[in-house]
């Protein structure tokens, strides 16, 4: 991971400036108050910077910086500055996430809220900000629910709904491997969406569900799991987990040597997992939400140039475009509606098209009019040790790009019942 620190107390404020994030896009420290001009745009970031998915919000950190730096180099928002403000949400406390965004919204009076990982966290940011009429923007809080049945008008979301990932590789899956599945599944939101949508896959291939063991998010220890699942004999062991728990079990996987005999895979793959994981804990089929090779998809090159800048060398993941495209999809509402009114705004977004500097990949991701979910291209593929003589985080080798809205269910089957303000 880069080389950058990041706030560690949950009491204490990190406001980025983003004037002084050029370069190295070093975290501000928490005791440092940036000069506040009253008319800037206020930005609010309620992320993870501690626990399980501390690395997932840091790398989504530097892409909103580097979004910031590049807005407000071009004039800002309605002419103003932007300014970020940032929370740590930690990685599974709602109580603190919701908490966190209240500060932003009541205290610092942001004008767009961003956030969360977690997709528990997201849920409840999302109905919080609903109340309080702020427009926000989830990046990477995947469970089907945020543009679904709790969806609202003033939540976007970028990061891909768990039917969606689930839907792009089953096939794959059980064409390729068999129809005999086993779950080990992270015990909060995400994990449950994703597992029921890989059973609606499997229940429509007439396949069986061997098992299903749900784990504590933080979980270190996944041997009793394992034994378990390799016990039934599977056709594949799907991990839906993520972040540190993630890596815990592939790691263990390659120690009892279950990669040799069972195939192993799941939905969605991070590129910060896998450079957690040895070469031989490089394996299985994954999706991507946003992979940084693409050759000849017009800005990609600039904008790895870019974050290699600011990380020390590091490529962007999935995660740093979720927050780089939050914060541009900020500055896209307000240029459509032409007013930072929340309302306006998010009835300006409908069907919005993202210019192909945001985008960053094939086939012109928009948001979804009735559930406000952007329809992006998944990168589904095997990960793979990096190739030799080449670069040493390319780490996933994409087989197939599938368009979103093919992925998506329709907005009828999803349970958004959109309802405005009058």
Excluded at 86 to 112: C, P, W
Excluded at 283 to 290: L, Q, S, T
Excluded at 386 to 404: I, R
């Amino acid at each position: 991971m880069s080389r950058n620190s990041v706030p560690t107390k949950l009491d204490r404020r990190t406001i980025i400036k983003a004037a002084a994030l050029a370069g190295a896009a070093q975290f501000a420290s928490p005791f440092v108050w940036s000069a506040r001009a009253a008319d800037t745009v206020k930005i609010g970031l309620d992320n993870p910077l501690t626990g399980t998915f501390a690395a997932l919000g840091k790398n989504e950190l530097i892409g909103a910086q580097l979004a910031v730096d590049e807005i407000n180099a071009k004039g800002g928002i309605s002419s103003r500055q932007v300014e970020l403000l940032v929370e740590d949400s930690t990685s599974g406390d709602t109580a603190t996430a919701v908490q966190k965004a209240d500060k932003l919204i009541d205290r610092d009076k942001v004008n767009f809220l961003i956030g969360n990982i977690n997709s528990a966290l997201a849920q409840a940011m999302a109905n919080e900000s609903n109340q309080k009429g702020v427009f926000h923007i989830v990046p990477g809080g995947h469970t089907d629910s945020v543009t679904g049945a709790q969806c609202h008008w003033n939540v976007f979301r970028v990061c891909n709904t768990t039917r969606m990932e689930t839907n792009s590789v089953s096939k794959v899956l059980l064409s390729a491997y068999g129809k005999k599945w086993y779950f080990i599944t992270t015990d909060y939101a995400f994990g449950h969406a994703l597992q029921k949508g890989f059973e609606a896959s499997l229940t429509g291939a007439n396949g069986t569900e061997l098992g299903a063991d749900y784990t504590p998010l933080g979980t270190t220890d996944f041997s009793a799991n394992l034994i378990k699942a390799q016990s039934t004999n599977p056709d594949a062991i799907i991990l839906l987990l993520a972040g540190d728990d993630m890596i815990n079990c592939l790691k263990q996987a390659v120690q009892f040597g279950l990669n040799k005999k069972i195939h192993i895979a799941g939905a969605q793959q991070e590129l910060e997992v896998n450079k957690g994981l040895p070469p031989d804990a490089l394996f299985g089929d994954w999706v991507f939400e946003w992979y940084w090779k693409q050759p000849g998809v017009p800005h990609v090159e600039e904008f790895v140039a870019d974050i290699r800048k600011r990380t020390g060398g590091n490529v962007p993941t999935a995660r740093t475009w979720f927050g780089y495209t939050a914060i541009h999809t900020c500055k896209l509402a307000a240029e459509k509606a032409k007013s930072l009114d929340p309302v306006a705004m998010a009835k300006a977004m409908q069907g919005l098209v993202l210019p192909p500097e945001v985008a960053l990949m094939p086939n012109n991701p928009y948001y979804r009019i009735g559930d406000n979910q952007l329809m992006p291209t998944l990168f589904v593929g095997q990960s793979q040790p990096a190739p030799a003589g080449g670069d040493p985080e390319d780490l996933f080798k994409v087989n197939q790009l599938v368009k979103g809205d093919e992925a998506a269910l329709p907005v009828d089957q999803t349970g958004c019942k959109m309802s405005w303000p009058a």
